[in-house]
């Protein structure tokens, strides 16, 4: 069921001023951030204080703003879920500022509470802020996996994403991972033994994860169901008055969520075989991951819902986007696979006032008498893909189109992506 939604904060929105001055020295294996001072005692400071408190804000990431809460503690999961209207049985991605911090929360113990006042500080080899029990037990499991045979590298995470880890992260891929005992289970919605991690590149995002010394459990910034925010104005559209804090790091880069893959369940072996699997197509495209090669990614590679279905995932997915109907707009989609024929005798035939068009390849299309065409024409897929969500926001909400047509792509490199919103979002899917 999804939680009821209610206005409870004065939603105060802050520039995350001197951010092209963020530096990360310690890479992808440690935390440690330099910023301004400006920018520490601003939105750096501000976010951890929210953080900290358990409440969820909303920052931006390359791939779409997220709505971020720490990932240790239940109450503080649950603040997101009452804030989009979000069903609580939608799992959540936790993200990470480093690979120290990912390591060191399977050696924190079980809890569903760690407020501020007992929350450990992660991510960082820093004696001031990293416990020192902690330190000694990253230490430990380095050696007990050189002693084993192993080369004492990330012992903690599965070696098969270790190639795909140093070659996307920073980045807009998502692992799936088994499931610290210190993650809720509120988390993962309620089920299953897996969690999904990212390490996301924005530095915005970066500088917030590290000095909140927290893993942040964290979906699209939106209300439940619509397009995904790539602006802090359309989180405000959606989520003012439901969170305290929008910091604003301009518009996303990527434009698409982070490519979901699971290389460690069940759902990845075949035949005693590991075929990884895209759960999620996203900023990462099956390209690349391809690319890593090897049996496993370059050979046996799969993407969910093209290659292979599940109905157990379809009723208690590992991931998020995998059951419910996500990024659609007021207006209904009318999604065209196969190219932008069909879409004037389609507008010749609606009986609407006002409609939208987005296409790929330029075509002259005419307005029926008393009514208002309204066309975006984009490069290719990979800009259709960082626009999508930003122009089916525009088209409904600041043009107020009755509908709204998309011409779709071919479904291979970002198309793969792309396509996959748009057939969530659309309401009628048109094959020519």
Known sequence: MSPTITDQFNTRPIEAIDADH?????GIEDSRFTAT???????????RHELRLN???????E?????????LDANAVSTIFSAKGRPSDNPLIVHVSSVRMLRSLYHLPASDSNTSEDAPFLGTDDASLESSWLRQRLLDAEEEDRLSGGDGV?????RIYHSAIRKFWPGALTIVVPRPACIPLAVIGGHGSTVAVRFPSHPVARAIIAASGLPLAAPSANASGRPSPTTAAHVSHDLKGRIPLIVDGGACAVGVESTVVDAYSATAHVEGHLSPCVLRPGGVTVEALRSLGGDAWGQRLRVYRRDFSSAELESAPTTPGMKYRHYSPTAPVYLFKGGNQGMQQCIDEMSCAKIGVVIVTPVALRAPENCTLTVHCVDDAKDLAKRIFALLRSLDETDHVDCILVQGVD???EGLAVMNRLEKAASHIVTL
């Open 154 to 158: 990330w012992p903690e995470i599965p």
């Open 22 to 26: 963020l530096q990360f020295p310690g």
């Open 37 to 47: 001072p400006k920018a520490t005692d601003t939105w750096i400071a501000a976010s």
């Open 63 to 71: 791939t779409v703003y997220g709505l971020a809460a720490n990932a």
């Open 55 to 61: 409440r969820s804000i909303a920052i931006p990431t």
């Open 411 to 413: 479904d291979k490199h």
